[in-house]
């Protein structure tokens, strides 16, 4: 069984839109931006779930954003999303228990589209009523074309929120940063309550070796199988990790185990 803990999808009426937006340098889609169309590659792929990582990317947008996110879960299992709370947005304690009343697992962050730093205190009330009510968090994390010039989650901000948010469950996507694996390697491998996720692998030509060092350092029952579609063919994400040579027991903790743990659900 594969789960994909990292994918995006949008309304129908908005995904046109919102592709044409989004598809930007090397990235290019590899569905047309709706959840229809990201079941399809997932049947194609092997693939029987799907985590929707929603985004609030403006302070106007949470509630929208959310509304879809809870919609979209009801439509098939095969999918589930995930909502978000932007840091300027109001009400952000009653969108969140709104969010886990739902019965949405986490939610997502990109402090890029954002504009701050995952490390700025402007997000600690999110880390810590997300703490409270049990939800985990997936934040971008490394370089991003949005943003080239600024990183705006490096491995030292993650270190951050660590330590000021001990009880906080944090996914860190991307091998827990894109690009800088290197930093990866010596400063977040072996952390507690941090997750990692492998997307954008295939895409960014990622070194297996590195790969490998960073699953193997971390500990594969803290990573998780990725792959950011559109923006990479998850089917190209499965054959990398499986070319690593890895075990059958990591391989099945990697691709499902790890998940279905996060999630609260059965294979």
Not at 131 to 148: C, E, Q, R
Not at 248 to 263: E, K, P, T, V, Y
């Amino acid at each position: 069984m594969i789960i994909d803990f990292h994918t995006h999808a949008f309304p129908d009426k908005l995904a046109s839109r919102a592709m044409a937006k989004l598809s930007i340098g090397s990235y290019k889609p590899h569905t047309d931006g709706t959840v229809k169309d990201l079941c399809r590659k997932m049947k194609e792929c092997g693939v029987s779930r799907s985590v929707i990582c929603n985004i609030a990317t403006n302070s106007k947008q949470m509630k929208n954003v959310n509304d879809f996110a809870i919609s979209s879960g009801m439509e098939t299992t095969e999918i589930i999303p995930l909502g978000s709370a932007h840091p300027l947005s109001e009400n952000i304690e009653d969108e969140l228990n709104r969010i886990k009343k739902a019965g949405l697992p986490g939610i997502k962050v990109h402090p890029d589209y954002m504009g701050y730093d995952l490390s700025d205190s402007v997000f600690d009330s999110i880390f810590d009523i997300c703490s409270s009510l049990g939800l985990f968090v997936i934040t971008h994390a490394g370089f991003d074309i949005y943003s080239p010039n600024h990183v705006h989650a490096t491995p030292d901000m993650i270190l951050s929120v660590l330590k000021r948010h001990p009880s906080l469950i944090l996914v860190a996507a991307h091998f827990g940063a894109n690009r800088m694996w290197n930093e990866v390697e010596e400063k977040l491998c072996g952390k507690e309550n941090l997750y990692i996720d492998t997307s954008l692998a295939s895409v960014e030509n990622m070194d297996p070796s590195q790969a490998l060092r960073i699953i193997n350092k971390h500990g594969n029952e803290r990573i998780l199988f990725a792959s950011d579609m559109p923006w990479c063919y998850v089917g190209d994400n499965v054959d990398f990790i499986k070319s690593l040579g890895l075990p059958s027991q990591s391989l099945d903790r990697i691709f499902s185990g790890n998940a279905a743990r996060l999630l609260n659900i059965k294979l």
